[in-house]
Nanobody, 124 residues
Framework: QVQLVESGGGLVQAGGSLRLSCAAS????????MGWFCQAPGKEREFVAA????????NYADSVKGRFTISRDNAKNTVYLQMNSLKPEDTAVYYC?????????????????WGQGTQVTVSS
């Protein structure tokens, strides 16, 4: 069982930056691939970024490539999402997710555990 708690969301102007954090419980955090997803009002939840359990491999949605960076600190059981050059269309609830994996890959889904989400609002 893994529990995930996101933080770092908020209101920011277009062009600004935010850094989301996701703290995970459990002793085997380093064997989970981690991902970030977002859900805007009236839309389905969609993939944003993922990182392999070692941190050596990452995967991004086309819409965030070059602007967002996912990273992890296994010693702190924490995964991060650095969000730069934010746009109004990035406004959404952002969810952290964990997936038990056998290989060191950054999957887009499906994920096993989810956090409760943190709101990101980008004003124009």
């Amino acid at each position: 069982q893994v529990q995930l708690v996101e933080s770092g969301g908020g209101l920011v102007q277009a062009g600004g930056s935010l850094r989301l954090s996701c703290a995970a419980s459990g002793r085997t955090f380093s064997r989970y691939a981690m991902g970030w997803f977002c859900q805007a009002p009236g839309k389905e939840r969609e993939f944003v970024a993922a990182i392999s359990w070692s941190g050596s491999k990452t995967n991004y949605a086309d819409s965030v490539k070059g602007r967002f960076t996912i990273s992890r600190d296994n010693a702190k059981n924490t995964v991060y999402l650095q969000m730069n050059s934010l746009k109004p269309e990035d406004t959404a609830v952002y969810y952290c997710a964990a997936k038990w994996v056998v290989t060191d890959t950054p999957p887009t889904g499906p994920y096993d555990y989810w956090g409760q989400g943190t709101q990101v609002t980008v004003s124009s």
